[in-house]
């Protein structure tokens, strides 16, 4: 645990539960693969979500208990999981359909790099032996009301995730919204990455030299 | 009189040729029809276009059938996962055809092909490269690409319960590509936990109609993948 005490910022745990602090009461989610999933154990109390995932369940509860758990019953991560009471199943026409159509109000997603004009880069790193592969990235990004990103702020390699210009192959352009790190949290708006908030003990000029566009400083409300 | 069950699985998949598109219901293991395919394996046909959203795992069912060599092409959207070493292996060395389609487009494409719907717009992939050399059109101030309708020569699916008319009814998240599938395919065979007369089956709860099946085979108990895989099993 020493590399994580030296660390500074937030653990993948913390970050999911401040993801959480900002999804309204009575959304419909969809959450990625990795910290997303993370989001279930931090519904702040007093709020309900209702959580979708695409092979066809929408009202997608915890993981079942050691051997209780039913090959047929999975979600897009391919992990067994169950369904809560009010649950539905459905066809996969059906699932794309609350997706694009526009019916789900939040997906969490996790990316490789983000642009400043909200490009996400998450299905591939484009490179030559790597098997390409997208599932429903492209889909949820081109669909779901609002995408929030939830990542490290760099990669292993200490280079910015968050950028001028995706190098990966993009999974949709100007789709996100909201980017949560783990040493902030940064709007996309139209001037580019604008910081909503520091995470503790960390300051506006380290999160800036991390990151790979201008950042702007947390907006003032404007004096009335 | 209208019975659509077939006594085996072989004599299920016995007509599907060298060539044929064929779709085969599942998302990893849940709905994936191995019976079927392990029939369609020892059935012979090769040069195979399979559309399935993975490529199967381990050596059993879907990733068997590739292994084998039966397959020339496949339209999926997420070819790895885990326990998936046969498909990556064939197209590293380029011996199997990739057609990535994001899950959405694939789900709506088969949908579209069985209701016949040509070709229709959305706004998935615009801007990516999984958009290029498609044709683009703008509506209300937004741009769509259009993508075509998807068909089969055979679908293979599984379901919980049928009726000899072929109506079905699914398990859970088993449902996934099912339905889709079995509008789409000009053959539709499906494997399932039990039979049972017309009339048995609340008509409320129907979810494939029986107009969309061609074949009814019971396989009682169904293996799992993920079991299969876990113990070593390679199949033949």
């Given at each position: 645990m020493s590399a994580n005490d030296a660390k500074i910022g937030l653990s993948r745990e913390e970050m999911a539960q401040r993801v959480a602090m900002d999804i309204p009461d009575g959304s419909y989610v969809n959450l990625g693969i990795g910290i997303p999933e993370l989001i279930t154990r931090f519904v702040p109390e007093g709020r309900e979500f209702i959580y979708h995932t695409e092979n066809g369940l929408l009202g997608m509860g915890p993981s079942p208990a050691e051997g209780e758990g039913e090959p047929e019953l999975i979600n897009a991560g391919k992990r067994q999981v169950t369904a809560i009471p009010g649950a539905s199943y459905f066809q996969h026409p059906d699932s794309f359909a609350m997706i694009r159509g526009g019916h789900l109000d939040l997906c969490v997603l996790g990316a490789l790099q983000v642009a400043n004009n909200g490009d996400l880069a998450n299905w591939s790193t484009g490179g030559p032996d790597a098997i390409p592969a997208v599932g429903g990235a492209m889909d949820l990004v081109a669909g779901v009301k609002s995408v929030f990103v939830v990542t490290q702020h760099c990669t292993k390699h200490g280079d910015p995730k968050l950028v001028d210009a995706c190098t990966y192959p993009l999974t949709g352009p100007g789709v996100v919204d909201r980017i949560y790190t783990d040493l902030a949290v940064i709007a996309v708006t139209d001037e580019g990455f604008q910081l909503v908030e520091l995470s503790p003990g960390v300051t506006f000029d380290y999160v800036a030299e991390r990151t790979g566009a201008p950042l702007l400083p947390i907006a003032t409300p404007t004096a009335s | 009189m209208i019975n659509k069950e077939v006594p085996s699985v072989a004599e299920a998949v016995a007509d599907i040729f060298d060539g044929a598109t064929v779709m085969i219901g599942g998302f990893g293991e849940a709905g994936s029809p191995i019976e079927l395919i392990h029939a369609l394996i020892d059935q012979g046909a090769s040069g195979l276009t399979v559309v399935n959203n993975n490529t199967g795992s381990g050596e059993v069912g879907l990733a068997a059938l590739i292994k084998a060599g039966r397959v020339s092409k496949m339209i999926c959207s997420y070819p790895r996962s885990m326990n998936s070493t046969v498909f990556p292996e064939l197209y590293r060395s380029g011996k199997i055809e990739l057609e990535l389609v994001p899950q959405g487009t694939l789900a709506e494409r088969i949908r579209a092909g069985g209701a016949g719907i040509p070709a229709f717009y959305t706004a998935t992939a615009v801007g990516t490269m999984l958009a290029d050399g498609k044709e683009t059109r703008e509506f209300d101030g937004k741009t769509y690409i259009m993508e075509r309708g998807l068909k089969a020569d055979f679908t293979l699916i599984k379901c919980?319960?049928?009726?000899?008319?072929?109506?079905?009814?699914?398990?859970?998240?088993?449902?996934?590509?099912?339905?889709?599938?079995?509008?789409?395919?000009t053959v539709t065979i499906v494997q399932t936990e039990s039979v049972v007369a017309p009339g048995e089956m609340d008509p409320e709860i129907v979810v494939t109609p029986g107009i969309f099946v061609n074949r009814v085979v019971q396989v009682q108990n169904p293996q799992h993948e993920s079991v299969l895989v876990a113990s070593g099993v390679s199949y033949p």
């Open positions: - | 919980r319960q049928a009726d000899t008319y072929g109506n079905l009814i699914f398990n859970k998240t088993a449902r996934n590509f099912a339905p889709p599938m079995a509008m789409a395919g």
